[in-house]
Each structure stands twice: as structure tokens, then as C-alpha cells.
């Protein structure tokens, strides 16, 4: 009965143990397990659009580096047209969650503004080096996802407009190529690579923002400049 009864002791004094334990570990647990879900969504998007993501990265990127190489106007229009789509693609990806209406407010306005600077850009081709001077140092907070980021907001709404008068000029039967000479077969390569790559990211979302925000618009601007 002795070592019966002890035994009996030592459990509940386990239980007892037990149930004043500090719960700091398992709530930490839980937390890192809240963080890790929350971490998940933010790299990895809401459902569709991450998978849309995956693809506009590499079509807008390959876009781009088509209209580093192609001869042809027709090509070249065609590159145009997956750059823009593949650019707007990701940027609808990397907008806040619940925030379509706003998002679709300032894409509203923001072409407005980019037809003004493409009409601006056909008049006074010269403006583009002017404006991009003056744009590069203003930058503007937006929350991209769950974070908020100093973005070169004024400089891309440039890139838009250049954009616009790059299409109209092609429309109108601009036949210049290779505008970047002997560096346009490298820089090609180098913006199919980035774009691929997004494909099999582990991180999409820090990845669509190095396309989204660096390679596809300065990737334009090479273009424009030359």
C-alpha cells in the first residue's frame, strides 16, 4: 500500500504541477504558429491573384526584353502589351487586401495623368530626361501588402506616360529597334531571367516588388532615354 500510495502522491503531484505551470511556452507557441500563418499570407497572397502573380512576372518580363530585341514593329507592340499587362497584374497582387475600390480609384487617376505625360512626352520628347530628373527623389509612402513602402510613385506614373507615347509612336509607324545597340541582347537576357525566376520564388511578394517597382519601369526608361 505504501509505494502505492506514494505513487499515487507523485502523480498528483504532477497534476497539481501541471496545473500551476506558467502557460507562457504554450501561448509563445501559439503565437509563433499565429505568426507563421500571418507570414504565409503576406508572401504568398490571397488564393488567385498569388498564382496570377507567378504568371505576370515572367509576361511582363519577357514583354520588356521583346522590346529590347524585336525588329519588328509588330513585336515590339506585342511586348509593349504584355508589359503593361503583366505590370498592372502585379500591382493588383501587391495592393492591400480590401482595398480594390481604392486601388481601382487610383488606377483611374493615375491614367489620366499618364495619357497628360504621354501627350506632353510627343510634343517635347526631351521632357522625359526632365521629368524623371525631377521625379527620382520624391518618394511616397503606400502599403504594399501588409507593409508600407517609400515608393517612386511620381516617377512611375512618368513611366506610364512614356509608355502611352512608346505605343502611339509604334502605331504610327515608328520602325526604330535595338535603341540600347550592342547592351540590348545582355539587359534582355538579364530582365527574361528576373521575370522566370519569380516563377519558382520562395518569397513572391518581395519578388513581384523588385519587378513591379525596379526592373519594368527603369527597364522602359532605358528604352525611352535611348
Known amino acids: 500500500m505504501a509505494p502505492g500510495l506514494a505513487h499515487g502522491a507523485h502523480l498528483g503531484g504532477d497534476v497539481a504541477a501541471a496545473r500551476t505551470a506558467p502557460e507562457g511556452p504554450v501561448h509563445a507557441h501559439r503565437d509563433r504558429r499565429r505568426q507563421s500563418r500571418a507570414r504565409g499570407r503576406v508572401c504568398d497572397g ?114 506610364a506616360g512614356a509608355a502611352l507615347a512608346f505605343g502611339w509612336r509604334l502605331l504610327r509607324g515608328d520602325d526604330r529597334m535595338r535603341e540600347l545597340g550592342p547592351i540590348a541582347w545582355p539587359l534582355a537576357a538579364f530582365v527574361a531571367w528576373s521575370g522566370l525566376a519569380l516563377a519558382w520564388s520562395d518569397d513572391l511578394r518581395q519578388g513581384s516588388i523588385f519587378l513591379a517597382a525596379f526592373v519594368l519601369p527603369f527597364g522602359l526608361l532605358a528604352i525611352g532615354f535611348a
Open 46 to 159: 490571397a488564393g488567385e491573384l498569388s498564382e496570377v502573380a507567378r504568371l505576370a512576372g515572367p509576361v511582363a518580363c519577357l514583354g520588356l526584353a521583346l522590346l529590347l530585341v524585336a525588329t519588328r514593329r509588330d513585336l515590339r507592340l506585342l511586348g509593349l502589351a504584355a508589359w503593361g499587362a503583366g505590370a498592372a497584374a502585379l500591382g493588383l497582387y501587391l495592393a492591400p487586401d480590401g482595398a480594390a475600390v481604392a486601388f481601382a480609384a487610383a488606377a483611374a487617376g493615375g491614367l489620366v495623368l499618364a495619357v497628360l505625360a504621354a501627350w506632353v512626352l510627343l510634343r517635347w520628347p526631351w521632357a522625359l530626361a526632365f521629368a524623371t530628373l525631377a521625379c527620382i527623389p520624391v518618394r511616397i509612402p503606400v502599403d504594399v501588402g501588409d507593409e508600407e513602402a517609400s515608393l517612386l510613385v511620381p516617377l512611375y506614373l512618368v513611366v
